[in-house]
């Protein structure tokens, strides 16, 4: 399978019941699974410029996280972190995949851990980018999920993602880049005009903020010793939301990191920015897999 081959399968959407959730999926490659899991407020297509290199030698699965891209679900708890990661869980039985790596950036990440504990057994290696670290709360994100609470948020909501000046404000996705060019065009017509032109998918940004809690985050100081599959870490060192010193003090509480690499001017969302460092970087860590 060529580059542009597995680029091509990666577009097209699947969809699996899982549980209440519907969720959509998207895959391509040959070889071992890796599962990909986005963070806030994207979907599985920001996997879209690493994934033709990593299907050379995996077969990728990148999910839409519930209440973003195109799946969905009734239940309040399964836009949790716990909820999250139960539904990914149900979706990979249900498509027959039992042992797989697993990679997550931003808050996919922390949904990724808690996959990773429902089933160690099936977690075979664990890439952790750019993610939320018990005990650190991220710049506006706390600010965000208080407003979330009062009557009209998504309305606003909709409003600050419509602004391009607060888009690439510090409040928006200033902080995820080093290139604020990168905003405007395809991220901002793939991840954030679908939430400017429709209402429930705003609806269900708020129910995320809602439902993801950070003492939930914070037991993950004593969690993390529960994941002992190899763990390794690709960060982006110039993240303000989740500073690399922070990231490095909190490797300690894994029984078996496999490696730390930095991309230096990198920020959070590095698969966007930084893709081909990002695919080899991934590709080095997980060579042993089989």
């Known amino acids: 399978m060529t580059q542009a081959e597995a680029a091509a399968e990666f577009a097209t959407r699947r969809f699996v019941d899982a549980g209440e959730a519907r969720v959509c999926y998207r895959k391509a490659g040959q070889g071992p699974a890796l599962v990909l899991v986005h963070g ?3 979907s599985g297509l920001t996997w879209r410029k ?3 290199a990593l299907a050379q030698r995996f077969t990728c699965y990148a999910f839409d996280l519930v209440g973003f891209g195109d799946t969905t679900s009734p239940a309040a708890y399964d836009f949790s972190s716990e909820g999250q990661g139960a539904v990914i869980q149900r979706a990979l039985r249900a498509i027959d995949v039992s042992s797989y790596a697993l990679m997550g950036n931003d808050t996919g990440a922390w949904i990724a851990r808690e996959l990773a504990l429902l089933e160690p057994q099936n977690v075979t290696h664990l890439v952790l980018t750019n993610t939320e670290i018990p005990g650190h709360r991220p710049p506006w994100i706390p600010l965000y999920q208080r407003l979330s609470t009062l009557p009209g948020a998504s309305i606003g909501f ?18 995820c880049f080093t290139n604020l060019e990168l905003i405007d065009g395809e991220f901002t017509e793939l991840f954030v005009a679908p939430l ?3 209402p429930s998918r705003v609806a269900s940004l708020v129910e995320f903020l809602v439902q993801m809690k950070f003492v939930r985050l914070d037991r993950f100081a004593q969690l993390h010793g529960k994941l002992t599959m190899p763990v390794s870490f690709v960060w982006g060192a110039a993240d303000p939301t989740f500073p690399e010193h922070n990231a490095r003090a909190m490797i300690s509480q894994f029984p ?15 698969q966007e920015e930084f893709p081909e ?14």
Do not use: Y
């Open 196 to 198: 400017v032109a429709t």
């Open 40 to 42: 806030f407020p994207l």
């Open 277 to 290: 460092q990002v695919a080899a970087l991934t590709l080095d860590a997980l060579a042993h897999c089989s």
């Open 50 to 52: 690493v994934v033709p």
């Open 256 to 270: 078996n990191v496999a490696g730390f690499a930095s991309i230096p001017s990198g920020k959070l969302f590095i």
């Open 158 to 175: 909709r409003q600050v993602l419509a602004s391009r000046f607060m888009r690439r404000s510090g409040m928006g996705f200033g902080g």
